[in-house]
């Protein structure tokens, strides 16, 4: 029964990785579209997020059939429960990537981002893109070390964004209140998405120390 | 067993029907706070939040001992998994009137909300107000159409946050940037509540019918 057990959350997290490799592709891609005015990405890159929703039933639906076959207590049922949590996140991941790509097409074929935040974009979607390949790392080969490297991440991503606020704030701004209002919420995009690596990142902590992070 | 699994679901549905009530309250001093700039009434809804997440992790914890205790299946093991799922959007709708309430303290002592668009702001917190209100009644007495009035509830929020945000973009906008941005992450704010409001409405109904939303 163990066994079975063990093997069933080893697929469990087989499916988080692929998840999470999916949820990094997007965000790469939707930035990319966004960047480049690449109508065509930015529409594919929307269209996968159906196949990342379908990642998530699908834990969901093999969580349930492990709790509900095995009926694992104590901390093998936290366990089980711990990956729909990360399931959660992962799915909200691919939200936001969808909301960056729509960002981009809303202002087709004008380029969305004005020139001088090109750099700050580009360096949210390079951290955002770090710490979704640490998940997927993580739940391949469980590391708390790793696993708490989100954080600092996470750092790096609050000072961007602050970056990227003041510059949308500064007096010299001079895209007007539209192109401002975009950037904010394109800031907020990027930032939620951080936020949710690490919250995801500490279910993993969880999950390999069974204590919480 | 039949008979304590059924008290167990009414246990875990009045923690969901207290931490509705928790959000309702939430959003509405939020606002009021908000609107009035009211420092002391923005500080009590932030530390208030605390009080939110605890609901959460105990209807976690009652939603892990009842999996674990009473080894439901089937249909009872997803009723019992789906309270999970209301929780989770409450707690969430907590963390956004928390948002709310931080819009008003960062322009304290000044208004953070132009003249022009209190009305509206207004609008859309008695849309939020109704909606958590709903869920709570549901919550309360099951009752599938007035679950799927949310959807009706999120058109009207829709249209009330396309109207702010033609506020904030029209030429007219006398307020500057940063109140622009402001304006348009408030306006998110409630809309995501809304949106949240109706997850845990499809929850409910699937609850309530054994079939999805």
């Known amino acids: 029964m163990r066994t079975k057990f063990q093997s069933d959350l080893d697929e469990i997290a087989g499916l988080l990785v692929d998840m999470a490799d999916a949820v990094r592709t997007a965000i790469r891609r939707a930035t990319g579209a966004l960047l480049h005015s690449d109508a065509e990405q930015a529409a594919s890159v929307i269209a996968d997020d159906d196949q990342i929703d379908g990642h998530y039933r699908q834990i969901e639906e093999k969580v349930y059939d492990v709790i509900a076959l095995q009926a694992p207590v104590a901390s093998d049922l936290r366990l ?50 770090e710490m979704a390949g640490k998940i997927s790392r993580v739940l391949s080969t469980p590391n708390v070390a ?43 995009f990027y930032e939620r998405y951080a936020d949710h690596a690490v919250n995801a990142a500490h279910h993993m902590v969880y999950l390999i120390t069974g204590e919480p992070a």
Request: aromatic share 2%.
């Open 80 to 129: 089980v429960l711990t990956a729909l949590h990360i399931a959660g996140d992962l799915e909200r991941m691919g939200d936001l990537a969808d909301h960056v790509a729509k960002t981009g097409l809303r202002r087709h074929p004008a380029p969305a981002v004005p020139a001088e935040l090109t750099g700050v974009i580009r360096d949210m979607a390079k951290v955002a893109d």
């Open 146 to 188: 790793r696993a708490t490297e989100l954080e600092r991440d996470d750092d790096a991503m609050d000072d961007l964004h602050r970056r990227l606020l003041s510059t949308v704030l500064d007096p010299s701004w001079a895209h007007g209140v539209e192109a401002a209002v975009d950037m904010a919420l394109l800031g907020r």
